[in-house]
């Protein structure tokens, strides 16, 4: 690959990753967010709008049905989504909470599926959103049986806060990670969201983690010792599944 085309496909994703959900930006909004010149804007903006990655609103451009149709055939969301939906309406069915399926990339849980809950507690929290690994149930929950180099790695880095309860503190994350091992449950308490908390679970296929359950309620409801064997008890079910559909 030339080092021309290169530099094209990461103005291309640079472009396309200053959207967020819902946005509708102008060519001078898009210049401004990703740093690229104006000319340079335009003349990627014409391309994926012929492509469909892009769809024109007035003087606007918002991501385009092709971008959901790939979204659509990453295979996190058909082959882990399908196997764990039984498992995540269960939960729903028995909390009446937020229920999510999450994902580690790289340092962030990447959430897969969200079934919301009746609370009005805002979350953060939207499929194909991202979280810091440290600041959410099922970000520790992901972390419990990584690697050490993997952890190694996040602690060398200055972990980041998003409330003033995030745990920023390598020693006291260990600990978690140590105390989730051991019970098989990760918590959270405002955490990621003041007025909210979390249970969560990891799913476990070979011994290797591939993806985290959690239920989210507001502080006042939080019972982690009834939602806690609710939440391991659905990891554990999807974690066979996905296992018996591995070796099929």
Excluded at 37 to 52: M, P, Q
């Amino acid at each position: 690959m030339t080092r021309d085309t290169t530099s094209m496909l990461e103005k291309t994703a640079l472009l396309l990753g200053a959207f967020t959900p819902g946005s509708a930006l102008s060519l001078n909004q898009l210049s401004e967010r990703t740093g690229l010149a104006k000319s340079t804007v335009h003349r990627l903006i014409l391309d994926l709008h012929e492509l469909g990655w892009v769809a024109r609103v007035g003087q606007r451009y918002e991501l385009g049905m092709a971008i959901f149709e790939l979204g659509e055939s990453v295979p996190v969301k058909h082959r882990l989504r399908a196997a764990a939906l039984p498992f995540m309406q269960d939960l729903y069915a028995v909390t009446q909470e937020t229920v999510h399926l999450a994902v580690r990339d790289g340092h962030d849980i990447v959430y897969a599926e969200k079934l919301h809950g009746h609370a009005s507690l805002p979350l953060p929290s939207r499929t194909g959103g991202r979280a810091p690994l440290n600041c959410t149930a099922v970000g520790k929950a992901l972390l419990a049986h990584e690697t050490p180099a993997m952890l190694d790695d996040l602690l060398t880095r200055p972990l980041r806060r998003w409330t003033p309860r995030s745990i920023v503190d390598p020693a006291q994350l260990l600990r978690e990670l140590e105390s989730i091992r051991r019970t098989g449950v990760a918590v959270e308490r405002e955490e990621a969201t003041l007025g909210g908390a979390c249970v969560a679970a990891p799913v476990l296929v070979g011994g290797q983690t591939v993806a985290a359950l959690s239920v989210s309620v507001p502080i006042e409801r939080f019972r982690p010792e009834r939602l806690g064997p609710a939440v391991r008890t659905a990891a554990l079910g999807l974690s066979r599944t996905l296992d018996t559909s591995k070796g099929a």
